[in-house]
């Protein structure tokens, strides 16, 4: 009894010694764009103990490794301290590297001394002219660590060179719970450290005890917390980093804030957004569907509102999520189908995750393709004269995919033959 009693002991003082080494250590390190991705990169962690002299590090990839230390550059990050739902505190971390050459693979690194990261590695945005790939995520939100990873990983395995993954909101089932995107960074591991991540916010990642001045659901700060996204959205403390554009190379994302899709302030800068000058294409992320795929769903008022800008400032493509169902349209104008070569947007409901909802019929007139209680995920391939879409499901069976074709007035839907290949990057 007494020698169990002293090995207890002695385990106990071990834990305790790696316990208080793990609180300075970086965990979940998650890449994202503030800025322009040719010249910047974001990086966003957190650490149990609030660490003063927290930093990240950034050097251009040469052939060793071991030289990364001496000729790096570092940044000093900015931190907020954060206390869970169980009062645990945390304080997160975000440093945007600036300046950096466009095409390029850097190595980067994040903490402080003696409890740096591993280097981890991206490459910035190219020429305009370059093809690339990027993922594209449903819901992920639910038993992400069980049933999630298996489809992350078979995404990765798919098309590791595609650029960043963009999320149609829930990214995890309660936004507030510090367990649930416990699981998230699990299920990502050292996915989201190469691969950046573009998000729109979902009602799951929003907390019903804080409105905003409209009435809605705020994002919680939790969310918020674990990443950093641009500032250029709508004018007001609730759209920050919840409504925002990225341009890469020859496309730009508009990423809108779903939850408050009746606030005339996002309505407004979302109009502003499409009659500026942009790239080749436009695709516009949010969570909620404009036309619904998951039955008793119908998001009439927020059809009414967007859908009328996306066909009259030429939106190319819509991805959304939301209704635990997969659905893809033609295109549509006024709640038609309408010619392949008409000037019209192509709206897309992806699910990831695990929980699967009932059949919508109300828009199947609309609708190329719908599949049920199936875990899919997209590869979109672009370049300024195509852009190749391709759903495939978790055996890595392509279940849909289309087309855009650049022509001098607009673009053409090509539906047949299925697009097979995935990714045509060259490198990453
Ligand atoms: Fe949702």
Redesign the pocket.
Known sequence: MRRWMSGAFLWLVLAGAGLAQDENQPQRIVLSWERDPATSQSVSWRTVRQLDNAAGQVVRVKGWARTFEDSARTVKARSAKIKTQTGAAYTHYSVRFDGLEPGVRYAYRVGCEEHWSEWNLFRTAGADSEAFSFFYLG?VQNDIRSEVAPLLRAMYADAPQSRFIVFA??LVNRGMEDANWAEFFEAFGPIVRMTPLIAAP???DTNKEMLDDRGNRRVDPLYLAHFAFPQDGPDAEHFKETAYTLDYQCVRIIVLNSNAYNDERQVRWLESVLVAPRKPWTIVLF?HPVYSTGSERDNKELRATLAPLFEKYGVDLVLQ??DHYYGRTGKILQERIVAADAAAPVYAVSISGPKMYKQNKTFTHLMRRMIGETQLYQILTLSPQHLTYVCKSLDGEVKDGFTLLKQAQGTVLVEKPLPSVGCYCPER
């Open positions: 819901d909101g829930d979902g009602n799951h969570h999520g939301h």
